[in-house]
């Protein structure tokens, strides 16, 4: 079974610019969660999709949206890019939103000059 | 303010020997904790969970202990291997809207020489 893929996994972007990162979840798998991990604050939540709909979100500015489509693909975007939004940004799937164990991709790591 | 604490950020022990890496939360209503390793330029791949309704958890080589009254949990490594060299995440999951969410804590750097 092919793992979660993300793209792309480099990205440099200037402030005030938009990005949208795409992550694929493995197959079968319906719930998509996003993180942003930074050196000072470690692994932070920042929404999770179940077929389709958002079922949760952590605590980050209407800046940062997703969606996920039919064949649960999810997308992640941040609008107006600041310099502390530098971070890898890591998407992790599960084959139900109540278990336990994510899956996560390699991530994508987001530069903001 | 941190849920979750990882205070010892890294850790270094020999090829052989039990590496011991601890958690604290503070949150009582987790109730489901996970460990996660992280190589670089990779995504962090599960390790091992406990409920809340036990003490103790074994795979292998790798065993986690929950002291909920303390609100601490640790994962020993036995014995430790080189490729055991990793940041390991500790994570702790309440319920919410159908589903468990995770707050990691930064992550503890286990360097392990042979």
């Known amino acids: 079974k092919a793992g979660v893929t993300q793209t792309p996994r480099y990205l440099i972007k200037t402030r005030g610019q938009q990005v949208t990162l795409s992550c694929s979840p493995i197959s079968g798998h319906r719930s998509v969660s996003w993180y942003q991990q930074t050196p000072g604050q470690g692994l932070q939540f920042l929404f999770e999709?179940?077929?389709?709909?958002?079922?949760n979100k952590g605590n980050f500015p209407g800046r940062f949206s997703g969606r996920q489509f039919s064949n649960s693909r999810s997308e992640m975007n941040v609008s107006t890019l600041e310099l502390g939004d530098s971070a890898l940004y890591l998407c992790?799937?599960?084959?139900?939103?109540?278990?336990?164990?994510?899956?996560f991709g390699p991530g994508t790591r987001l530069t903001v000059l | 303010d941190q849920q979750v604490k990882q205070n010892s950020p890294s850790l270094s022990v020999q090829e052989g020997r039990i590496s011991i890496l601890n958690c604290d939360y503070t949150?009582?209503?987790?109730?489901?904790f996970l460990w996660y390793k992280k190589y670089p330029a990779e995504g962090p791949t599960f390790l091992i969970s406990i409920s809340s309704i036990k003490d103790k958890n074994e795979d292998g080589r790798f065993t986690v202990f929950l002291n909920k009254s303390a609100k601490h949990l640790s994962l020993h490594i036995v014995p430790s291997q080189p490729g055991d060299s990793a940041v390991y995440f500790c994570?702790?999951?309440?319920?919410?809207?159908?589903?468990?969410?995770?707050?990691f804590g930064r992550g503890t750097s286990l360097i392990v020489h042979p």
């Open positions: 994570a702790a999951s309440e319920r919410s809207g159908g589903s468990y969410i995770p707050t």
């Open positions: 949150n009582s209503m987790f109730d489901y």
């Open positions: 999709y179940f077929s389709e709909t958002q079922r």
């Open positions: 992790a799937s599960s084959s139900t939103s109540g278990l336990n164990e994510q899956f």
